[in-house]
């Protein structure tokens, strides 16, 4: 029996999948990124749907992630946008992946491989994390072309703060950076199959970065890259609907009565204010709840949201239960997702563990099974 489970609604994926589809246009490839296991929604399941959805390639961070995918069947394309180890780069060239160049050092040692590969180039334009700046275009371009075997098909950038503002000002700053790295490339001749720099982000609100290519993460999962987004989108009048997809469940492993005053969990952090009922549900920090939650966190039983009470163990955690009569050993909790008519959206667990929507998915252990539903 299935004691702590994600369940990813099939629905839910495929509708943001051909929402994003048309929204871009046939014109326009859709990229999802499905890296970190496909932020936390199941690698393989996700990048299964997105391929019968629309998506014409796969963004993933590291060679794993695509050979996990191979492994599986599934044929679309790749893309490796994170480092790829000099010594790994003949393994990602054999699986057929188009790989983010940045450094001369790769460029070389896919030139020594002497077998095609597809890259493309990535280009600094003001995020300051990968990227060659534009004073050193010329030079790269000159050394990818000693290498016969190694083509430039793409070149992308990435944006720093789109979705921090509502103001697009530095990332309009970046996307011209970006077209004068294009104007170089293609004035050296070079004719691009692919130029990409659209984020979740960018992809709804800012249709000047879309160009032929779009690597959307965090909404292809049904969530916004931030309120200031929803709110720049609204403004535009975006129409998209986005689907959340995911809903974490538990079961409930004892019903326990306790005093009032009863002090519960590690540090006794938490005093009951009445005499009551607790529920211990059997997911801790090690599988993705962080700590931080502990007496701030709500879980959904019987319909009903229960606060997080006491610390969140390594494997455990606490929950106040006493206004919901009934609860049984076993029966299902939610800690993200929907259950009856009530829901809590990762957007307020990362509210209420002072982080991001993005953090709260990807950080679930992937050893906790995906099930494909509906
Ligand atoms: C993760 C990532 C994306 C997707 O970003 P979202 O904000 O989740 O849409 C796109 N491009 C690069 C380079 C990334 O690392």
Redesign the pocket.
């Known amino acids: 029996m299935l004691l702590t489970w994600v369940e990813i609604s099939k629905a839910a994926l495929a509708h943001n999948a051909q929402a994003f589809k048309a929204h871009l246009g046939p014109a326009c490839f859709l990229a999802p990124?499905v890296?970190s296991n496909a932020?936390g929604h199941g690698l393989v399941e996700s990048s299964r749907v997105f391929a019968e959805n629309g998506a014409s390639f796969l963004?993933v961070?590291a060679l794993y992630e695509a050979e996990a995918l191979r492994k599986a069947g599934i044929q679309t394309s790749i893309l490796l946008?994170g480092y790829v180890p000099l010594a790994d780069l003949g393994s990602a060239v054999a699986l057929g992946c188009d790989m983010v160049v940045y450094n001369a050092e790769t460029i070389d040692a896919l030139g020594r491989l002497n077998r095609p590969c597809r890259i493309h180039l990535k280009i600094e334009t003001g995020n300051h994390r990968q990227g060659v700046g534009l004073g050193d275009l010329p030079k790269m371009l000159d050394r990818i072309r000693r290498h016969p075997s190694v083509r430039l098909v793409g070149a992308s950038t990435?944006f720093a703060n789109l979705?921090d503002r509502l103001n697009p000002d530095y990332a309009l700053r970046q996307l011209s950076v970006f077209g004068e790295g294009l104007k170089i490339i293609e004035g050296a001749g070079i004719e691009l199959l692919y130029r990409h720099c659209a984020?979740?982000?960018a992809t709804l609100i800012l249709p000047e970065a879309h160009f032929n290519f779009a690597?959307?993460?965090?909404?292809m999962y049904g969530l916004w890259?931030s309120e200031k987004t929803k709110v720049a989108a609204e403004r535009l009048g975006l129409s998209i609907e986005l689907k959340p997809a995911l809903t974490w469940k538990t079961r409930v492993a004892q019903v326990k009565e306790v005093k009032e005053g009863a002090l519960i969990g590690y540090g006794c952090t938490y005093k009951m204010p009445h005499a009551g009922r607790i529920a211990i549900l059997p997911v801790g920090y090690y599988d993705g709840y962080v700590r931080s939650l502990g007496n701030r966190g709500k879980v959904l039983v019987r319909g009903q949201r229960a606060p997080v009470v006491g610390r969140i163990c390594m494997n455990m955690m606490m929950a106040d239960i006493t206004r919901i009569p009934g609860v049984a050993l076993e029966e299902e909790a939610v800690l993200l997702g929907r259950q009856a008519n009530q829901e809590i959206s990762a957007e307020e667990l990362a509210q209420w563990s002072e982080t991001i929507n993005?953090e709260v998915t990807t950080r679930i252990n992937e050893r906790i099974p995906r099930l494909l539903v509906d």
């Open positions: 990124a890296k932020y963004c961070n946008i990435h979705e984020n979740s982000a690597r959307v993460g965090v909404s890259p993005y």
